[in-house]
């Protein structure tokens, strides 16, 4: 295309347009727009099924699009390439394969590296940089399969930290681990976010979004809100998003075999998640 | 035994076993660990209505035509896999067993076509079910060992890639490789590593050699080139051996005793591999039991002494098994081992009785207080 060479919107870090992504005919994502400055902690929360891996997917070009566009500092992808970095689903890969956590961290590097050339000292040392800033190089040569979901999720991050981004997009990284390691896992990422980098993360834990992310997009198929946590982190665009699957306790509002939220009854933390009645 | 080995046709059936072994040892590899072992089975069975629209094609048993046959069918049933994994709801399994039974039936159909026909040459065709290594002349050697170069050379210098296609293939799109043309790649040079092999293995085994080497190699290292190179060899050992074996017995086909050795390595291997066959494991699990026991006999010693308020109080055996219901004598003499229990004479009673050494009384009590402490 000839305007791909022209910036778009080059000064959001992510810029998304009309983007609808359908699978067997039915919308996964509908007329997404979305714009995610640089320099903040995002979190993409909503409902299972609501197409938040698919979003990552669709804007990394694993998933093709049938409408809209995507623009990272104003570029597409595949020009944005190089600032961009991944840390796909723990459970998306074979954990048996047969390899150390080293050389998993140093496949981060073979993108820039080109056609036929090795991976040399240089690159191990990188690697062994971001395993240390995991926390986990006292492990470079353990076998993967010998590592625990939460040091496999480490080893996922520092494969993404070795690429030296400026745009990382997580999908799920807190998910199956212990608290020690998520923690740890919100350390890293807001050491990143305070060095100016923007961080995307796919998360699923309604709790935890106000004191880890500054940036909140609320997505159900559409997008429902989005925008600095503090405005969007309403009781009415958390109803609005997870829809019938959701339950706002509030005092006076009996739900059968559930306790009411006693303390402040619009604050939105005593929302739970709930089977439909 | 020097006259056998420089039998000629024996020479040529080993070699081609052995460039055999190490092509689908190699290539094998990846497919395995792309959780595509039974590509191998469905290129192979949709090889056979390429051999007969070969035969058809030529009019005669030209090997090039029923081989270029081969290829081309077994591409297409490769597709198809393709294409009904992408394009419905079905997983990449089903795809698999849709195609394989598919071509499969197309080709015993021509397959009893052209023998109803009758006619020269056609008599041959049949041999493709299950190999027939006596037939291979050194003109098709130099075929194998070209198509086995050139597998190698791009395995080698496309290793990085490769391996990145393997393992999470996500990532690698992401990263900016071409993922579907690694793949379709790999999915092409192991359509050619079955055409290389269906003479001497047939149709219907060689997918055993595609995915046998590999499960094999998998079980003794942790490194994807150890493995890769590992699979060669035994692919290669299993090739040589078989052709070994059914060239000095008189009525054992060739292909099905090559597979027979592969099976027999792997086996071997899922048993004796050190951390993970089955006896290992089984020995570890035994281990750690043992360790249990060990802890959970020290520990009893251990609330008696306290009980009793005395650190070497002797406990009886008879007390110690009541309490565990089961003899610990085993654990006990475990434990004597380590310094860490002794055994005492309790007078009058002239039953055996054990008490904590020093060393076994801290370390009781060290575990009591941490009792779920990690390794």
Request: net charge neutral; charged share 20%.
């Amino acid at each position: 295309m000839a305007d791909d060479a022209a910036l778009h919107e080059p000064d959001l870090a992510l810029h998304v347009e009309d983007l609808t992504v359908s699978y067997h005919g039915a919308p996964v994502l509908w007329d997404i727009d979305l714009d995610i400055p640089q320099g903040v902690m995002a979190a993409i929360v909503g409902p299972n099924g609501a197409g938040k891996s698919t979003l990552i997917k669709s804007v990394l070009g694993l998933v093709r699009p049938i409408a809209g566009h995507v623009r990272l500092f104003g570029l597409p992808y595949r020009n944005a390439r190089r600032r961009v970095g991944y840390v796909p689903q723990r459970s998306s890969v074979d954990w048996d394969f047969p390899t150390t956590a080293l050389d998993v961290v140093t496949m981060g590097l073979y993108g820039r590296l080109g056609w036929f050339r090795r991976p040399g000292r240089r690159e191990r040392e990188a690697a062994m940089a971001a395993l240390g800033e995991v926390g986990m190089q006292d492990y470079a040569d353990r076998q993967i399969s010998q590592l625990s979901g939460g040091q496999q999720q480490r080893v996922f991050i520092a494969r993404a930290l070795v690429q030296d981004a400026d745009l990382y997009f997580l999908d799920e990284p807190m998910a199956g681990v212990d608290a020690t390691t998520e923690r740890a896992i919100v350390a890293i990422l807001r050491r990143l976010r305070d060095r100016g980098r923007t961080v995307v993360v796919v998360h699923h834990d309604l709790q935890t979004v106000r004191s880890y992310f500054d940036w909140l997009v609320l997505l159900n198929v559409r997008i429902v809100a989005q925008g600095p946590v503090a405005e969007t982190y309403t009781a009415a665009n958390l109803r609005q998003t997870y829809g019938g699957q959701i339950a706002l306790l509030e005092p006076g509002d009996p739900v059968p075999g559930a306790r009411p939220a006693e303390p402040a009854p619009t604050d939105p933390r005593h929302l739970e998640t709930m089977p439909r009645p | 035994m020097l006259a056998f080995l420089q039998d000629y046709t024996i020479q040529t059936v080993a070699m081609g076993a052995a460039l055999l072994g190490t092509i689908s040892g190699v290539l094998g590899c990846f497919a395995v660990l792309r959780r595509q072992s039974l590509l191998g089975d469905t290129l192979s069975h949709a090889a056979l209505p390429g051999i007969c629209l070969g035969f058809l094609w030529a009019g005669a048993r030209e090997l090039e035509a029923l081989l270029a046959g081969a290829f081309l069918t077994g591409a297409a049933a490769a597709l198809l896999v393709l294409l009904i994994a992408a394009r419905s709801r079905l997983k990449t399994d089903a795809a698999l067993g849709i195609a394989l039974s598919v071509f499969f039936a197309i080709g015993v159909v021509l397959l009893t076509r052209i023998q109803a026909g009758g006619g020269g040459g056609q008599a041959g065709l049949s041999t493709f079910l299950f190999g027939q290594a006596a037939a291979m002349l050194r003109a098709d050697l130099w075929v194998m060992a070209a198509v086995t170069a050139v597998a190698i050379l791009i395995v080698v210098l496309l290793w990085k890639e490769v391996k990145l296609v393997t393992f999470d293939p996500g990532f690698a799109t992401a990263a900016g490789l071409p993922v579907v043309a690694l793949e379709i790649a790999l999915t092409v040079m192991i359509a050619l590593a079955i055409v290389v092999g269906l003479q001497l293995v047939g149709v219907v085994l060689m997918t055993a050699m595609i995915v046998a080497p590999p499960v094999a190699a998998r079980q003794w290292t942790r490194r994807l080139e150890t493995m890769v190179l590992l699979s060669a060899g035994f692919g290669v050992a299993a090739g040589v051996t078989g052709a070994m074996i059914s060239a000095t017995a008189r009525g054992l086909s060739t292909g099905p005793v090559i597979v027979l050795a592969i099976s027999a390595i792997v086996l071997v291997s899922l048993l004796i591999a050190p951390g993970r066959g089955l006896i290992w494991t089984g020995l570890a699990a035994l281990a750690e039991r043992r360790r249990l026991r060990g802890r959970q006999v020290l520990l009893t010693l251990y609330r008696l002494a306290e009980e009793h308020r005395d650190p070497a109080y002797p406990a009886e055996k008879g007390t110690l098994d009541a309490y565990h219901r089961a003899a610990t004598g085993p654990a006990l003499a475990r434990l004597e081992a380590e310094g860490l229990v002794r055994s005492v004479s309790h007078h009058p009673e002239p039953t055996p009785h054990w008490e904590l050494t020093p060393e076994g009384h801290a370390r009781a009590e060290d575990l009591a207080g941490r009792p779920e402490r990690a390794k």
